[in-house]
């Protein structure tokens, strides 16, 4: 658990990510997923090279369906990046630092 990376429910993602003054990366995720293990300390990373110009949050999908099933997300990891309340990037599955940076320096220039 990264103090970087902050934690939504379904009743905070309005608030935390569509209202957000930055750009949020948004990691959907559960407690059993490998690969979203896998990608969390790059996911750290990435909050802390961002910091101030990307907000980086986790929602885990086992508690809270409502927000995945809004964005259709079939499975886990997805990754997506929201600017100004609208969805800019969508990255399924596990990736590389390289590629995410790539993704996100696109989404939010």
């Given at each position: 658990m990264s103090e970087h990376i902050a934690h939504v429910s379904d009743d905070q993602f309005e608030e935390q990510?569509?209202?957000s003054s930055v750009p949020v990366l948004i990691d959907f995720w559960a407690q059993w997923c490998?690969?979203?293990k896998?990608?969390?300390p790059i996911l750290d990373d990435i909050a802390v090279a961002?910091?101030?110009k990307?907000?980086?949050?986790?929602?885990?999908?086992d508690h809270n369906q409502k927000t995945p099933r809004n964005y259709n997300v079939r499975s886990i990891p997805t990754?997506?990046?929201f600017?100004?309340?609208k969805v800019q990037a969508t990255q399924i599955g596990a990736t590389s630092k390289t590629q995410l940076t790539q993704i996100i320096d696109k989404a939010i220039a």
């Open positions: 990510v569509l209202k490998g690969p979203c896998m990608i969390a961002y910091k101030g990307l907000k980086v949050v986790k929602i885990n999908i990754l997506m990046i600017k100004d309340g």
